[in-house]
C-alpha cells in the first residue's frame, strides 16, 4: 500500500504560480511511476503530467504544456508540480497517483486514470480571473 498526501494548493491570481507536492509513503518510491490529473467541478477527471520512475521521461497533457513542469525528488519521496502561468481554467482539484513499474519500464509514463494503483485526497487549486 502506498499513501499519497497533495499539497501547495490554494488561490492565486491568473498569471501566478503554485507548486504542489505529492508526499509517499509506505513502499520504495522509486518503483513507482507517477502523475497528476485534475478535476473540476462539473467535470470529469483528466490527465495533467507523467513523470517515469526514474524521472528520465515525462508527458504533458496539451492544455499546460510549457506551463507545468513535473519533477521527482526519489530520496525524499516526493513528487513535485511547478504551475506557471496559471489560468482561471486551471482551478482544479489537484491528485497525484502512483502505478507501480518494473526496471524493465524505467522510461514508461501511463496517461490515463485506469493504471494507477494508488490516488492521494487531492489539493484545492482556484485562480481567480
Known amino acids: 500500500q502506498v499513501q499519497l498526501v497533495e499539497s501547495g494548493g490554494g488561490l492565486v491570481q491568473a498569471g501566478g504560480s503554485l507548486r504542489l507536492s505529492c508526499v509517499a509513503s509506505g513502499r520504495t518510491f522509486s518503483n513507482y511511476a507517477m502523475g497528476w490529473f485534475r478535476q473540476a467541478p462539473g467535470k470529469e477527471r483528466e490527465f495533467v503530467t507523467a513523470?517515469?520512475?526514474?524521472?528520465?521521461?515525462?508527458y504533458y497533457a496539451d492544455s499546460v504544456k510549457d506551463r507545468f513542469t513535473i519533477s521527482r525528488d526519489n530520496a525524499k519521496n516526493t513528487v513535485y508540480l511547478q504551475m506557471n502561468s496559471l489560468k482561471p481554467e486551471d482551478t482544479a482539484v489537484y491528485y497525484c497517483?502512483?502505478?507501480?513499474?518494473?526496471?524493465?519500464?524505467?522510461?514508461?509514463?501511463?496517461?490515463?486514470?485506469?493504471?494507477?494503483?494508488?490516488w492521494g485526497q487531492g489539493t484545492q487549486v482556484t485562480v481567480s480571473s
Open positions: 513523470i517515469s520512475r526514474g524521472g528520465g521521461n515525462t
Open positions: 497517483a502512483a502505478k507501480s513499474t518494473t526496471p524493465l519500464h524505467t522510461l514508461v509514463v501511463f496517461t490515463t486514470r485506469n493504471p494507477y494503483d494508488f
